[in-house]
């Protein structure tokens, strides 16, 4: 019997992620089977999807309880098939609420079981080390600081670097996302980006509309590019839009978009999420916001770890970007802090370097190095 490897990816940045994986382990097992839960990328590659990544799509906790009975349903059925006929290996990709409960019970019999993508520990709920550490043959990190946490606690582990860091080119062709968003040379151009969920849009439309008045005011000539990823939060932005009509700004809203308007912009406004590892990674000056419900807030700042919710300065350990969050994050405030950037060069230059230097750290050819982790697990397992 041949290589069979198990696997559990349940967004559309983790079918992707393993989809690449899937690509490079086939280089060294050509004849590998590979099955589970899994999106289209992934079945594009020959992955056999026992249930769609949909499934495991939830937003948030009453999400997630709303689905709770299906997803356990699936779960358990899920482990009854890997523990009636065994695969070579698990690899769960993300999804660590549903991954970790599987590798578990998969690892207590003696199957390998591999989590890809380290759930932000770092950032809050370390308590989760042990369980993790009783849960895994061997964690994939995607940061460089991330390692030492899971050797400090006996969990094999490899820095396999960033995926986003290999797709994004080291030196952003700034000129060709203009030219394509028909923005003209010269113009000063801010990219907003107000989160992907309709409950940081809400949150952040009127603060973010009035930041862009402010800024008109001080720049009549700039133009403002609003990325949003759906329909909801597209309407959601129009209807804050409609409210401040008579303040007739030069704001465009796009549908999608959020890389090419990172690009083309001089500075951008992000949310805090990914979105802010992608502005780094396309060398943009930023200004990080987020605003969620008061006691939401609190609690998040009393579980974090850390001084700084955006990626770049953790990844940079120090604050090279502002963070303007809840009652920090006025429109005056977010104008000023945004207007630095685009009347300080040597500042935004110096951040240049820095993002450039933390680009480099993190393009490691990641599907190949987790691969290259992932291969020793299998020897012997062809037979």
Not at 77 to 90: E, G, R
Not at 233 to 247: G, V, Y
Request: glycine fraction near 6%; proline fraction near 7%; include cysteine.
């Amino acid at each position: 019997m041949g290589v069979r490897i198990a696997m559990v990816a349940g967004e559309a940045s983790s079918d992707l992620l393993a989809s690449h994986l899937i690509q490079a382990l086939k280089r060294h097992l050509p004849d590998a089977e590979f099955f589970g839960i899994g999106g289209p990328k992934m079945q594009a590659m020959g992955f056999k999807a026992l249930w769609p990544a949909e499934k495991l799509s939830v937003h948030g906790y009453v999400d997630a309880l709303k689905n709770y009975r299906e997803l356990s349903g699936i779960r358990r059925t899920l482990l009854k098939q890997l523990l009636a006929d065994p695969p070579s290996a698990f690899i769960g990709v993300d999804a660590p609420d549903f991954s970790l409960w599987l590798e578990k019970r998969l690892k207590d019999r003696g199957i390998p079981a591999i989590h890809f993508v380290s759930p932000s520990i770092w950032a809050w709920r370390r308590g989760r080390l042990k369980g993790i550490a009783r849960s895994v043959s061997h964690m994939l990190c995607l940061f460089p600081f991330e390692p030492e946490l899971y050797k400090t606690a006996g969990v094999p582990v490899s820095y396999v670097g960033h995926p986003l860091a290999d797709v994004f080119p080291l030196d952003p062709d700034r000129a060709s996302a203009r030219e394509m968003l028909q923005i003209p040379d010269g113009v000063p151009v801010f990219a907003f980006l107000p989160g992907s969920r309709q409950s940081e849009v809400r949150n952040l439309a009127d603060t973010y509309i009035a930041t862009a008045a402010n800024l008109h005011e001080r720049h009549p000539e700039a133009r403002f590019l609003v990325p949003l990823t759906t329909r909801e939060t597209r309407l959601l932005f129009e209807q804050a839009l409609a409210r401040h009509a008579h303040l007739n700004l030069p704001i465009r809203i796009l549908f999608g978009h959020a890389v090419d308007a990172m690009t083309a912009a001089d500075v951008v406004l992000v949310a805090s999420g990914t979105a802010t590892l992608e502005a780094a990674l396309l060398k943009r000056p930023m200004v990080i916001t987020y605003r969620i419900g008061k006691w939401s807030y609190r609690l998040m700042r009393r579980m974090a770890y850390l001084p700084w919710v955006g990626l770049p300065n953790v990844l940079a350990g120090r604050e090279v970007v502002p963070e303007l969050l809840q009652d920090a994050a006025t429109p005056q405030a977010l104008a000023d802090a945004l207007d630095s950037w685009l009347t300080d060069k040597e500042k935004a230059a110096e951040l240049v370097r820095t993002f450039t230097e933390m680009h480099q750290t993190l393009r490691q050819d990641t599907a190949a190095r987790a691969a290259a982790a992932i291969l020793p697990y299998l020897r012997g397992a062809s037979r």
